[in-house]
């Protein structure tokens, strides 16, 4: 191999290796992320990816009404807890649970299933949720919100757990 050759190699490689380096550190569309808190002496934390609005019509579109939805995207999203706590009055024991939710125009289902680590969805769009390992479902309304969420987040605060995205926020009680 001439120098030239060599030369050529080598700034090929090096461009490659630099795009896939920039790529895996910042080309997800919904990087995945953490909340965490304590609720009452319980630890909480939520893993979950976060999708972002990007000029689409969320609630009724790409979230569909009456529809289970994984409650993020990619993996379905991991609740935990380190204490048994009450969810909207109901007893949840501590444990790792994914987060599923049927949302509808007045009122979202919540559920907390026993299956963990599993995609989102199928590869025919459906949701993985096994109704079979529900453990917990608490109804809720969502509320509007002042401003539009871009990216989808979930907060943990002494009062219990909140999904906020595009121009809503459904809360669920937490003791």
Known sequence: MNIKNLK??????SFLLVSTTIWAQGGQASPATTAKGTIN????????SSPSVKGRKIWGG??????VWRAGAN???VFK?????MVGGKA?????YSIYIIPG???????FNSQTGQWGITHGG???????????????SPVKTKTVEEHMRYLVTPKGIALVWDNLMASVPVK
């Open 8 to 13: 050529t190699a080598v700034l090929t490689f």
């Open 41 to 48: 002496g319980a630890n909480i934390t939520i893993n979950y």
């Open 62 to 67: 790409l979230v569909p009404y009456d529809k």
């Open 75 to 77: 993996e379905a999203t």
């Open 81 to 85: 807890t380190d204490k048994k706590i």
């Open 92 to 96: 949840l024991a501590a444990g790792s």
């Open 105 to 111: 125009e007045k009122t979202w289902e919540i559920i």
């Open 126 to 140: 459906e949701s993985t949720l096994v109704p079979g390992k529900d453990v917990l479902t608490v109804t809720v």
